[in-house]
């Protein structure tokens, strides 16, 4: 019998992950879960151990960023995996939901649902961008095909993910999910953006945009050496820098993805030639989109990328 466990990540936001907490706990379905303090300040973990003695807590000596989410899976034994923030929670029946998709689908290695944020439930720009996604649906998996996700909305087979290493933890935060989803699908698993599987977010106030903006640009120059050919990986860093307005955060990136260079080079291994055909043609369609006013001006490829994590400090 398939089990399912849920990594809960935070960072210094206790009101909110008692909150997330108490809806996971009211209304989900029974489900292992871990909450992974990733070194907060603000008294989190006792305060999650008073509220709910018999969770385990996982504290982190240092601020891991998204990669905190590893410890949290190197807890659980469970089949699968869904990943949770602190200030989103999944509805009703969607675990299993999920879950039952993965049983019926061996060759399925993600499933990311629709996140619908704030009271007025209002969809996700990204789930939209998902949910129109141009690449040819497989008749032997259900959803949309994506080659990136929403990671407070997914569920991932624990094999899968620990095979192909979990977060890149020089990542810190931002585009994280970008390689893993291309390492998933590298690597021969299918990932399905699935609707019907939904979760709620309500975005903190507590946000660092400025430096999560950096770290997902330098990330997003970071993924495309670490894992496309020369030529795509020349054309994807100028596009994403393109986009950026502020001179200044260009060079912020350029510069820390420049230190990171004999990593990304020890590091680097080329994707199949189906997988870069892929990555060009959800950059193509999101190209199209925002020259339409479709899509936002951010370093996101669309479709190829998403992040819903909030660690960054």
Known sequence: MSTIGV?????????????????MRAEVEPARLVVVDSASRDGTAEAVRARFPDLAVARLDVN?????RNAGVARLDTTYVAFCDDDAWWAPGALARAAALLDAHPRLGLVCGRVLVGPGARVDPVSGEMESSPL?????????????????????????????GGFEPRFFLGGEEELLAIDLAAAGWGLAYVPDVVARHYPSPRLDGLRRGRLQLRNALWTAWLRRPARDAWRRSRSVLARTRSRRDQAAAVATALWGLPWVLRQRRVVPPHIED???????????????????????????????SRLAR
């Open 7 to 23: 990594v809960v990540l935070t960072h210094d936001r206790a009101a909110d992950l008692l909150t997330t907490l108490e809806h």
């Open 64 to 68: 891991a960023g998204a990669a905190g």
């Open 136 to 164: 040819p649906s497989t008749p032997t998996l259900p959803g949309r095909p994506i080659l990136g996700f929403l990671c407070a909305a997914s569920m991932v087979r624990r094999q899968a993910f620990l095979a192909v």
């Open 278 to 308: 892929a990555l060009r043609r959800l950059e193509g369609y999101a190209d199209r989109r925002r020259r339409l006013g479709a899509v936002g001006s951010g370093v996101r490829s669309g479709v190829a990328s998403g992040s819903s």
